[in-house]
């Protein structure tokens, strides 16, 4: 069997070499007919990002925090991860120690849960994917989105790329996919071809509306400057959160921007906190512009801290959709007035309700200046959020834990049938 890649892309939209390694692709299909058959254990598996946040780790942290009589884990390639969760005594596991160990650990789950596509979860390696094939496979995807994704992705790009197939085929694995609301449910069985939808809040989301655990800081730790300027309620904190774009980077990445951007904080006795995208973070950070403009990477969870913030400054983040719960401004550049892919940012992709200020090159400061206090979409947006999120956001978690308890009894309890011949049949024969 060919060895797996021990650390995951980067980005799945540039995998490294996808024609490699022909034995380890059959080997999914070996691999899956195993997991469909073998008897699975009560047990949990949880996979996330390059770091410790995002959907996956509030319900993982639920799950650990309630007993619920299976066996909980945190699966990882990433050794600051591990030695994170270690630390703080939770239970995980390191998919890089030992590949027979690891294949073993998949074969045997009842139930994966991940909020991205295993594509990158499962570090590019096909035979791991196919390891999971008998578990129930619960996808709790990263936020809403105005991009196409996966499956929608298909009249844009050339099928004829093998890279580009496989990261659709690991998408389309998804036994179950949560959708907070109805008015979503249409996007993501187009974008993942799931029809089993669940109804409930996004987990990262329940740290927006109530205070954070200890424990659901893991991941959210700000350097002391930055924390501060945070916890600073003598000044207006601005959220900076540029997307991830297939092209070419927007206006609102560039250093002309950032340092626009710090004259206006400074201006206005205002801070900004900007957040590089998760797949970004190998980028070095745009740095500090005085003591009114603080960057963090991109693995850093600021979920817990969001609350905090007086508003929001992106391009088409699915971070912004989440802001909602706050009820303050949401500014975003508009990129119509430069261009980056096409067919993206797809606003038709959401319901029409007026929920954001949108700004250009040309006008940045007088929107901010017009919008950030009086906050005229203020109804509307509360609109929007009542689309959006139709369940109490504060119970996402307790809701999936349902959800998951009831996939790991099913993938325990396998169900047969027995047959009685008829007394005699044989002989009448």
Not at 147 to 173: C, E, N, Q, S
Not at 272 to 280: M, W, Y
Request: proline share 7%; charged share 20%; net charge negative.
């Amino acid at each position: 069997m060919a060895k797996p890649h021990h650390a995951p892309a980067r980005a799945a939209e540039k995998p490294a070499d996808p024609y490699r390694d022909l034995e380890s692709r059959v080997a999914l299909y070996e691999f899956a007919e195993l997991s469909a058959k073998v008897s699975k254990r009560p047990l949990v598996l949880f996979f996330g990002r390059q770091s410790f946040c995002d959907n996956t780790k509030y319900l993982y942290l639920h799950l650990v925090e309630s007993n619920p009589g299976y066996e909980v884990l945190w699966c990882t390639w990433h050794e600051p991860v591990l030695r994170q969760l270690r630390g703080a005594g939770l239970p995980c596991f390191d998919l890089r120690a030992d590949m027979a160990s690891t294949i073993k650990l998949l074969l045997a789950a009842a139930t994966v849960v991940c909020c991205e596509n295993p594509f990158a979860a499962f570090a590019m390696a096909p035979e791991l994917v196919g390891c999971i094939e008998g578990a129930r496979k619960i996808q709790l995807w990263h936020g809403i989105s105005v991009k196409h994704l996966d499956l929608m992705l298909v009249p844009h790009m050339d099928t004829r790329d093998l890279g580009f197939r496989t990261a659709i085929r690991y998408a389309m694995r998804a036994d179950h996919l949560l959708s907070p609301a109805s008015a979503l449910d249409d996007f993501w069985v187009r974008a993942f071809g799931c029809t089993s939808l669940v109804r409930a809040g996004l987990p990262r989301n329940e740290v927006i509306v109530r205070e954070p655990s200890a424990r659901e800081l893991l991941g959210a730790e700000l350097p002391a400057a930055v924390e501060a300027a945070v916890r600073d309620t003598s000044r207006r904190k601005i959220l900076l959160t540029p997307t991830w774009q297939r092209g070419q980077a927007l206006y609102v990445s560039t250093p002309a921007f950032y340092e626009r951007l710090a004259r206006w904080a400074q201006a206005n006795d205002a801070v900004v906190i900007g957040k590089t995208h998760p797949f970004l973070q190998h980028l070095p950070l745009p740095g500090t512009l005085g003591e009114h403009l603080h960057f963090v990477g991109g693995g850093v969870d600021l979920y817990p801290w969001m609350s905090h913030m007086d508003a929001m400054i992106t391009d088409y983040s699915s971070i912004m959709f989440d802001f909602l719960l706050t009820n303050r401004p949401i500014f975003t550049f508009d990129s119509r007035t430069q261009v980056s892919y096409g067919f993206e940012p797809d606003w038709s992709l959401v319901p029409d309700h007026a929920f954001r200020y949108a700004f250009d090159q040309s006008n940045m400061d007088a929107v901010l200046d017009a919008n950030l206090t009086s906050h005229p979409l203020a109804a509307s947006q509360r609109t929007m959020q009542a689309a959006l999120y139709e369940t109490n956001p504060a119970s996402a978690c307790a809701e999936l834990a349902q959800l998951v308890t009831h996939c790991t009894s099913a993938g325990v309890q396998k169900t047969f049938d027995v047959i009685h011949p008829e007394p005699g049949a044989a002989r009448a024969a």
